[in-house]
């Protein structure tokens, strides 16, 4: 401004700001005056936003405001809301009979929705995030149920657990035949080789099916029942299917007869509220391999 | 052209320029003619679809809103009498603003800002509360009378201002309230309304809209067009030599001579123009300006300057028209003797024009086709294929059925994939096998678990293709979607 040259436009008789381009100057047009009265109302909110709200980062905080508001509080009031809207539907829930859920589309969309989380939070680390299981944990998506999978059999099995120690949990193991000296090395290679024929699968040369078949009934029909269906009374696995919760090949059958199996499945009663294991149930009985 | 000064050379304030400048207020004085009657009829048509629109009802059917025009954001539909839009047809809007641009500049290239001088909320809600001021303090002379008397001011001027701004009060609270009809059933939302039970946020909308029209329409005016909205900013770029825009025909109207001096003049032979400089043009001017400099900014083109102008030349007993829908080259063209030419029609406007017209038929022609049911299918990604204890193979789909006609409808799944494959959707006893049946309730969608299973005999590829068909029985209505059938 030391330097101002006042330029007086001759066309319009009005001065301008003295900055130039291309030989065209620009007018100083005014604001309007309500424009500028505006602009430092502006401000003065702007002042009182600092007074109201949090604003100032100081060393290791920041000012409060008096109105004492916090994002994280907002969050919280949220949170109770949801707990309160999904506490109502999760009443409705628990009312219901596990087949009735089933049936009706907006509880059955709600148990799955739930079931899902729930899922996630608390069984996805052994059978995984869909539910497609791993060697030792069973595919929750197929029709093989070692405890059954109707939608009742499906809740006991989450609320007691299998060997969880729970004392209405399911019992029942694979013994270690080897292992115990039940049954000679030959003996599990011959009847590993028998149990392979059950469900099809090609056997080792030279090996006595005759023999495979006696030691079988003599050791494992007691479980796993005539012809070796299985039973789902004491979780013995179907072994004429196509589902192999450890393995079908030699190596690994010889080993599940040597050392024995014993997986265990923790009891949620108590750790999970009766509604949301009916909902784990709804959700685990909808992936598809629901009796 | 500059000269520079010196600042010691300066004596008055006014060289530099103020910093801000006051705002010189504007007593539009009132007028009749042809365009002031266009402007009423328009702004009469304008609020009347606004205030009594959210009224109208339109029958849908047992369970449907029944209000012709609704927003309906609980529920995510918008119905427009016959129309009904989902939010994933969102699309009709663009193409609706696309449209609607485009008429814009046709309107600009054929008759300058004719949305700006006529249809603009803003010009239609400023005339209304002026003609609520004129009604209340009379007439330009009489405002300006009014608002420089010094005098202490009487009784009847503060009922009079008092009256003014409680009548633009209620006009803008029911502009306010006239808005928030448009998001509820209206007669139900003016029930609540009046007995205090209606949301807080209708209250809330109202009070804001009450605000910005009481503000903007009251208050704030002409300062709106020129300091707030681009769209005068715009048009300038829009704009081309033909179109016609309000003009003062300077070939005619100058030298600017007075009644009795023109008549001396004419009477010895002289030709003078007919600007009789009585200043009626800026009188009742809603921006204040004098359309005689020319093409401006501040202009609206509201003609109502050409009503004034053609009453003082009938007045005066000359040719009407004076100022009127014109541009430069017919002035030009008049000064060289020549015949005006009015081009409506070219290249601009006709495009302006195809385009309205192709994306606007494009438009309905979409819209008269839409399906009514579709489907979407998502394959489940976790896992993607399942082995049955049988050795057959089953994948999982989540397929949402949208039902968006005013009936509930039955519609049967079929898939077209692997051989010999069945379906089954979750939660859903099947009456037919292998093709399941579900209900989906008018207006809604149903998502479903669906599970397609191919038996181990038919040993299906890697990956292979599967087409679902939903099919409404009884209508025969289809739809369908497309994803793979993996085997792992």
Redesign the interface.
């Not at chain 2, 399942?386 to 050795?391: A, Q, T, W, Y």
């Given at each position: 401004m030391t330097d101002?040259?006042?330029?007086?436009?001759?066309?319009s008789g009005?001065?301008?700001t003295g900055h130039e381009w291309d030989g065209i100057?620009e007018l100083?047009?005014?604001?309007?005056?309500?424009?500028?009265i505006t602009f430092y109302l502006t401000i003065v909110w702007a002042i009182g936003y600092w007074i109201v709200y949090p604003a100032w980062p100081l060393i290791s905080s920041n000012t409060r405001g008096v109105l004492g508001y916090s994002s994280r509080a907002d969050v919280a009031v949220e949170l109770a809301n949801l707990d309160k809207i999904r506490g109502d539907k999760m009443v409705a829930l628990g009312a219901a009979s596990l087949a009735d859920i089933?049936?009706d589309?907006a509880l059955?969309?709600l148990a799955?929705a739930k079931g899902k989380t729930v899922f996630g939070d608390n069984c996805a680390p052994c059978h995984?995030?869909?539910?497609?299981g791993a060697k030792g944990y069973p595919?929750l998506?197929?029709?093989?149920w070692l405890w059954g999978g109707t939608l009742d059999q499906i809740m006991q099995t989450i609320q007691f657990g299998a060997r969880s120690g729970h004392a209405k949990a399911h019992e029942g193991q694979m013994l270690a035949f080897g292992k115990d000296g039940v049954l000679k090395p030959d003996e599990i290679v011959t009847v590993a080789n028998y149990v392979r024929s059950l469900s099809g699968l090609p056997t080792r040369n030279g090996y006595d099916a005759a023999k495979g078949e006696k030691i079988f009934a003599e050791n494992c029909v007691a479980c796993h029942g005539e012809g070796g269906k299985g039973n789902q009374e004491m979780g013995a696995p179907?072994l004429t299917?196509?589902?192999w919760l450890y393995g079908s090949d030699e190596a690994t059958l010889i080993e599940t007869i040597s050392q024995g199996r014993a997986g265990v499945m923790p009891a949620w009663e108590g750790r999970l509220d009766p509604a949301t294991i009916k909902a784990m149930a709804v959700y685990v009985h909808?992936?598809?391999?629901g009796k | 052209?500059?000269?520079?000064?010196?600042?010691s050379e300066?004596t008055s304030e006014?060289?530099?320029?103020?910093?801000?400048?006051?705002?010189k207020k504007v007593y539009p004085q009132s007028v009749s003619g042809t365009f002031r009657r266009i402007k009423w009829g328009l702004m009469a048509f304008c609020l009347g679809v606004y205030y009594f629109l959210p009224f109208v009802r339109w029958n849908r059917g047992l369970g449907a809103p029944d209000q012709a025009v609704l927003i309906d954001l609980p529920n995510s539909r918008f119905y427009f009498f016959f129309i009904e839009l989902w939010p994933q047809e969102v699309y009709y809007f663009t193409g609706l603003l696309i449209v609607a641009a485009v008429a814009l500049f046709l309107m600009n290239s054929v008759g300058g800002r004719i949305w700006c001088g006529y249809l603009c909320p803003q010009t239609v809600w400023t005339d209304v509360f002026y003609a609520v001021e004129r009604l209340i303090e009379g007439d330009r002379r009489e405002r300006m009378k009014k608002d420089k008397s010094s005098d202490p001011m009487k009784l009847e001027r503060i009922s009079e201002i008092v009256l003014k701004h409680s009548i633009w009060l209620l006009i803008a609270w029911w502009t306010g309230g006239a808005w928030v009809l448009y998001f509820n059933d209206a007669p139900t939302l003016v029930k609540q309304l009046v007995t205090f039970q209606a949301p807080m946020i209708a209250y809330i909308w109202i009070g804001i809209l009450t605000a910005t029209t009481y503000v903007l329409a009251g208050h704030?005016r002409e300062?709106v067009c020129n300091?707030m909205c681009p769209w005068p900013r715009i048009q300038a770029a829009l704009t081309d030599e033909w179109a016609l825009n309000v003009t003062y025909r300077y070939d005619r109207g100058e030298k600017r001579t007075s009644v009795k001096k023109a008549a001396e003049l004419r009477a010895l032979g002289q030709s003078v123009g007919d600007c009789v400089d009585c200043y009626q043009c800026v009188a009742v001017c809603p921006t204040g300006i004098d359309i005689r400099d020319g093409a401006q900014m501040e202009c609206i083109q509201c003609g109502l300057c050409i009503d004034a102008c053609d009453t003082v030349m009938t007045k005066i007993g000359r040719p009407t028209r004076l100022i009127g829908y014109d541009n430069d080259i017919n002035i030009h063209r008049r000064q060289e003797g020549k015949a005006p030419i009015y081009k409506i029609v070219r290249a601009r406007t006709v495009a302006y024009a195809v385009i309205i017209g192709v994306i606007g038929s494009f438009m309905i022609y979409t819209l008269a086709t839409r399906s009514l049911l579709d489907v979407n299918v998502l394959h489940?990604?976790?896992?993607v294929a399942?082995?049955?204890?049988?050795?057959s193979i089953?994948n999982?789909y989540t397929v949402r059925l949208l039902n968006k006609s005013g009936y509930d409808r039955v519609i049967a799944i079929d898939a077209n994939g692997p051989v010999n494959a069945t379906l089954?959707v979750?939660?859903a006893d099947s009456v037919t096998p292998d093709r399941p049946m579900i209900v989906i309730p008018r207006d809604s969608t149903?998502?479903l678990?669906l599970?397609v299973t191919a038996p181990?005999e038919s040993n299906p590829e890697k990956s292979i293709p599967v087409r679902f068909h939903v099919t409404d029985i009884g209508l025969g209505e289809a739809a369908s979607a497309t994803d793979n059938f993996v085997a792992p």
């Open positions: 101002h040259q006042s330029d007086i436009d001759s066309v009005r001065s301008t100057k100083n047009t005014p604001l309007p005056r309500w424009w500028v089933e049936k589309p059955l969309a799955r995984g995030s869909g539910a497609a595919n998506n197929d029709d093989d179907n299917d196509k589902i909808s992936l598809g391999g | 052209m500059n000269k520079t000064v010196n600042p300066l006014d060289d530099y320029g103020p910093l801000y400048a006051a705002r704030m300062q300091y489940d990604r976790n896992p399942v082995k049955l204890s049988d050795g089953r999982a089954h979750v939660g149903s998502e678990r599970l181990a």
